[in-house]
């Protein structure tokens, strides 16, 4: 069964904006050579990573309502500069209005 996330959207004032980030930071991977998946980091690790990725949604909460989500495509554990462990959640391209 798939079990999705919800995280605020900080920053975003539309849909439209999350559309124009995601556009923008795949275009960027593109030309580094890399995946044009888009990720948002978080400190906390899912304790159920396996629902998530079994069709599971990051659902964006966009001035107040749920309004857009992508699909999970990974989770990577990481330590940052500072040491300090972090959760790297891989995303979709694709941007769906809910």
Known sequence: MALHLIKLCVGCESIEDLRE???????????????PHSSHVTR?????????????SLYWVI???LSA????????????SDGIGRC????????IET
């Open 63 to 65: 001035k107040g309502q």
């Open 21 to 35: 980030w995601v556009t923008e930071r795949s275009l960027i991977a593109i030309a580094a050579g890399q995946e």
């Open 88 to 95: 790297r959640l891989v995303l979709g391209p694709e941007v």
């Open 44 to 56: 906390m690790v899912p304790k159920r990573g396996r629902d998530l990725l079994d069709g599971g």
């Open 69 to 80: 989500r992508q699909p999970l495509l990974d989770i990577v554990e990481f330590t940052d």
